[in-house]
């Protein structure tokens, strides 16, 4: 099978990460006879430092005409206490989004028992934990009306929802939950916010087409707490863009480290697959971020995108594989991790590629 991948690999440790990524689905392609092609583009602060702008026009067509992104992460500290940057680096990821219609973000949270030390919350309360999320990308206070009054004392932002932005991505949710546990979880904050009202109301319409599934509906200060308490409790859960963003990045504390957890971000055309981690610049340029949620992301794309379950299986397990040889990254280490299994970038790269 041919396919063409846009490889975006943006800021910081995404350029790191992304290598491996590549690395890795080069291998498939020579061990399953598949035919990979790749373009690159930029985005985020390496556009703006070389277009002026975070999303140039160039990289929406090459990822439009791409089957598959493989996307690395966009900042850049020289924004982050200048509140004021009118072009900023997260604007290119929020434009790709919007530009490709990718409206739903899917991110697996699925633990690795070798890891369950990893985390700071007990292993019993973990063991087991199995959660896919879905994150609503092109609504909420991200792509509602802002702005400031009063002099610019006081400072908006509108949180906007519209009926076929949470259908869209219930029914995905929904069809979702049929092939795992039919359990659905939607979270809200129905009491206090007109839009999660509409956001409950569409739910509901939507589960009538589900009978078969389990339905709640959790505010999302109790689901923050419950994300900790009981995790085994959660199968697919689905959520607005801020709550989602949220809620993601606590969970990524119940995998151990951010820098094991994938996603897939989709619509109705191209896929964009990227680790759930930031550029962390602080690094940067070291060679020791961990490439395993990049990897993970490869395989999310060989099975949502491409088709290839065994493919993106062999993935899996070959991160598995490594894993339970006690190779671990810096961020995943712990005291009794031996000094040489403690990996960089690379190394745990050679590693998964030789389980492959």
């Not at 896919?132 to 009054?149: A, P, S």
């Not at 995790?231 to 606590?250: A, C, H, Q, S």
């Amino acid at each position: 099978m041919k396919k063409h991948i846009v490889v975006i690999a943006g800021d910081g440790i995404g350029q790191e990460v992304t290598a491996v990524g590549k690395q890795v689905l080069d291998k498939i392609a020579a061990q399953y006879g598949h035919e990979f092609t790749y373009d690159e583009a930029l985005i985020g602060h390496a556009a703006i430092e070389a277009t002026g702008s975070p999303l140039p026009e160039e990289t929406i067509t090459k990822s439009l005409a791409s089957d598959a992104i493989l996307f690395g992460a966009v900042g850049h500290p020289k924004y982050d206490n200048d509140p004021t940057a009118k072009v900023r680096p997260e604007q290119g990821l929020l434009g790709i989004r919007k530009a490709l219609g990718l409206y739903a973000n899917l991110r697996p949270i699925k633990l690795f028992d070798e890891l369950l030390s990893a985390s700071s919350i007990k292993p019993e309360i973990l063991k087991g934990a199995d959660i896919l999320f879905f994150r609503e990308l092109t609504g909420d206070v991200y792509f509602g009306e802002r702005g400031r009054k009063d002099n610019g004392d006081t400072a908006y932002d509108t949180m906007i929802y519209s009926r076929y932005e949470v259908e869209r991505i219930a029914i995905k949710a929904f069809d979702a939950a049929m092939t795992r546990r039919k359990k659905l979880c939607s979270v809200d904050k129905a009491n206090v916010l007109e839009s999660s009202r509409l956001w409950r109301e569409v739910i509901q319409e939507v589960s009538k087409r589900y009978p078969e599934v389990a339905v709640e509906h959790q505010f999302i200060d109790a689901a923050a707490m419950l994300l900790i308490k009981d995790p085994k409790r959660f199968d697919v859960v689905v959520t607005g863009n801020i709550f989602g963003d949220i809620l993601t990045d606590e969970a990524s504390q119940i995998a151990g480290s951010m820098g094991m957890l994938a996603s897939a971000s989709v619509g109705d055309t191209t896929g964009l697959y990227e680790p759930i981690h930031g550029s962390a610049h602080d690094i940067t340029g070291m060679g020791v971020a961990n490439p395993l949620a990049s990897i993970l992301s490869a395989a999310l794309m060989l099975d949502i995108s491409f088709g290839m379950k065994e493919e993106a299986d062999a993935v899996v397990n070959a991160v598995d594989k490594v894993l339970k040889a006690g190779y671990r990254t810096r961020d995943i280490a712990d005291a009794s991790t031996p000094a040489d299994k403690i990996l960089n970038t690379a190394g745990m790269g050679e590693q998964v590629l030789a389980a492959l």
